[in-house]
């Protein structure tokens, strides 16, 4: 298995990633938000497609895992543009992004840039434009304001927060109301008992995007991490009928 290496950017600050080599497509998976490359999800994709001989890329975002950097300072363009810059230092060429809740976001973004490098998307869970609907009215008063709120934490002992710079930057990339310009095909799983991202966002976002070739998967009992035996062999099987399609 690839070990963690680790690419400089621009800023100086280290991103750490693992490169696995292989057949074309690469898979680059995109962790959701203050997650990282160390998750179940993440893992299964890496073995599957060792096992299948495909390239396939994990990575930390900056202020996350392993990589440089604070947390408070992470913004969805930054990290966009932090993921191309990795995949053009690897000469990275095609793509299929599987992006998990928040990076389901990303992914959209990611694909934009990338142009037709993106050929296929999967999102686990995506949350686009979360800053909006998953956000009380105080609450975006609150971070308008330059103030940092701080939720319960259903997945670990500290509050989770959200930083003003992280929500004044997803305001300006929001894609549910202004569409997402792809054409590939899109695969999207979703839990219908899902309490921090609701179906429905799957059910918008598939409206969203141009691309005709766009199917929703609802998992009737199935939660947020979606990271089950279940769930996980759908999203390899969905992987695997991308590849052979």
């Known amino acids: 298995m690839t070990d963690v290496a680790r ?12 490169h696995l080599p292989g057949q074309s497509p690469t898979i680059v998976f995109l962790p959701g938000y203050m997650s990282d490359m160390s998750g179940s999800k993440a893992q299964a994709v890496l073995d599957w497609a060792q096992d299948q001989g495909r390239s396939c890329l994990l990575l930390d975002y900056t202020g996350c895992g392993q990589s440089d950097g604070d947390f408070a300072d992470g913004r969805l363009s930054q990290w966009r543009d932090e993921v191309v810059a990795l995949l053009d230092h690897l000469g990275i060429g095609p793509v299929q992004l599987v992006g998990s809740s928040m990076g389901g976001w990303l ?7 990338l142009g037709e490098r993106a050929t296929a998307l999967v999102g686990i869970a995506p949350a686009p434009d979360f800053t909006e609907w998953g956000l009380s009215q105080s609450q975006r008063i609150e971070l308008a304001a330059g103030r940092t709120i701080y939720e319960d934490n259903p997945y670990g002992p500290e509050p989770t927060p959200t930083h003003a710079g992280f929500f004044s930057d997803g305001e300006r990339h929001k894609r549910l109301r202004s569409g997402v310009a792809f054409d590939g095909p899109v695969r999207l799983i979703h839990g219908q008992a899902d309490p921090d991202v609701p ?32 769930d996980i062999a759908l999203l390899l099987r969905e992987l695997a009928g991308l590849h052979a399609a």
């Not at 690419?7 to 693992?18: D, E, V």
């Not at 992914?107 to 840039?113: C, F, G």
């Not at 059910?203 to 070739?213: C, E, T, W, Y």
């Not at 766009?214 to 979606?226: A, F, S």
């Open 199 to 230: 179906w429905d966002i799957s059910i918008q976002l598939a409206g969203a995007l141009r691309s005709a070739d766009v199917q929703v998967h609802l998992i009737k009992d199935g939660d947020h991490r979606l990271s089950r035996p279940a």
């Open 107 to 113: 992914m959209l973004l990611i694909a934009e840039a």
């Open 7 to 18: 690419f400089t950017l621009p800023s100086g600050k280290a991103m750490a990633y693992r």
